[in-house]
């Protein structure tokens, strides 16, 4: 009996978008920029896009892995709904081959080797609000390989003025890029290094289309998004690699695009390297703010590179640890001493609807969960 056999026997297989048919049964999937060429009863790269038959199944709909309630910032995203909750979910998989991956646990398995749960698109926002969340997170793996459960979630979080964000690797293409990010109110890319050599050896992937990506969201959509860098020692902490990165930015995106550099732990294939020290991070944080970034932060490790401050006249407008608001000095988004705008998403939807009586049969229903 194959794979794919057994993975129908227990789980529900949802027809996939960006695909098209080939000669010999394979399957064309044009989500990503890999364009997998995929065999009848075998899996895309990913893991979790299939060909039963001649056509392109996700197993990643309807299934996460992973539910969690976090503070925004975690995801990090520090200029959108700051202080609040997010309902995050993941699924299996990933398009990239990361050696430093931090959820390994599910980025690296199939959907059979994980404790997934099954979730409708529509009960999701439901959970969010019993939880007391203001948004929904696709994050922990690539959310980009489960992309039709993210359009579907996103209709319904609309029904409940719930926010929707994107918590992604960027590595996809055009076509599926209009199609996600036209759902999606915000989104935290990881611009994982800025050499060729980086992604092909550390991501098995490409740096270009991760740029095009970021290029996308700042011309072809509304959605508010930030740019985290994780520096690893050795790999990708070098002076005039994170300069390159920030003028990059600076060129392309704008100076109020923000960009959190982050500290590294050992985990997957890279425990041999060190925790990255703080003082990578501080010397990192003032070469972008000297090349002319506004918004410069630190994370994963405690600094006072957490804050938001004006970047008109300095004033210190929100005060963090780690992941928590201390204090929020905003005036509908602006600086209360300059009356600058501050660029962001600082205000929940108006009218955000309560649960309902099918909200309280749902609470019943994932009564069990454990977030």
């Not at 949802?14 to 044009?30: F, T």
């Not at 969340?133 to 994050?139: N, R």
């Not at 990881?190 to 969201?217: M, Q, R, S």
């Not at 229903?365 to 977030?371: E, P, R, T, V």
Request: charged share 20%; aromatic share 10%; with cysteine.
């Amino acid at each position: 009996m194959s794979e794919l056999t057994i993975l129908q026997k227990t789980m529900r297989l949802h027809e996939a978008r960006w695909w098209e048919p080939e000669n010999g049964g394979r399957a064309h999937c044009y989500l990503c920029p890999r364009h997998c060429r995929i065999h009848p009863g075998q899996a895309g790269f990913c893991f979790i896009r299939v060909n039963q038959g001649g056509k392109l199944y996700s197993l990643g709909y309807g299934a996460p892995a992973a539910l969690q309630v976090d503070p925004i910032e975690k995801k990090p995203l520090n200029h959108f709904l700051p202080g609040t909750r997010v309902f995050s979910m993941g699924t299996a998989g990933c398009n990239m081959g990361c050696f430093f991956c931090q959820n390994w646990d599910i980025s690296k398995s199939r959907q059979d080797q994980v404790r997934s749960q099954a979730v409708t698109a529509e009960d999701v926002p439901l959970l969010a609000l019993q939880h007391g969340c203001d948004s929904i997170a696709f994050t922990y793996n690539e959310p980009t390989i489960w992309g039709e459960y993210v359009i579907d979630i996103c209709a319904a979080a609309r029904e409940y003025g719930l926010k929707t964000v994107m918590v992604s690797n960027g590595y996809i293409t055009h076509e599926a890029f209009r199609d996600i990010y036209a759902q999606v109110d915000a989104a935290n890319i990881d611009l994982k290094a800025f050499t060729e050599g980086f992604y092909g050896k550390i991501t098995l992937t490409h740096l270009e289309p991760v740029l095009e990506t970021l290029e996308w969201l700042k011309n072809e959509t509304k959605v508010w998004f930030e740019i985290t860098n994780l520096m690893i020692p050795t790999l990708n902490d070098d002076a005039g690699e994170t300069r390159r990165l920030a003028e990059w930015i600076l060129g392309r995106l704008g100076p109020d695009v923000p960009l959190h550099f982050t500290a590294f732990h050992p985990d997957f294939k890279l425990r041999d390297k060190a925790r990255t020290p703080p003082e990578t991070l501080h010397r990192a944080r003032a070469m972008a703010r000297e090349v002319g970034l506004n918004y410069v932060y630190e994370g994963n490790i405690y600094s006072d590179g957490a804050h938001t401050a004006c970047a008109g006249c300095g004033e210190l407008l929100i005060r963090r640890s780690w992941h928590e608001v201390i204090e929020n000095r905003l005036v509908d988004g602006a600086c209360p001493k300059c009356l600058l705008a501050i660029p962001g998403v600082w205000s929940k939807s108006a009218g955000q609807q309560r649960l309902s009586k099918m909200g309280r049969s749902t609470e019943e229903k994932y009564g069990h969960l454990n977030l």
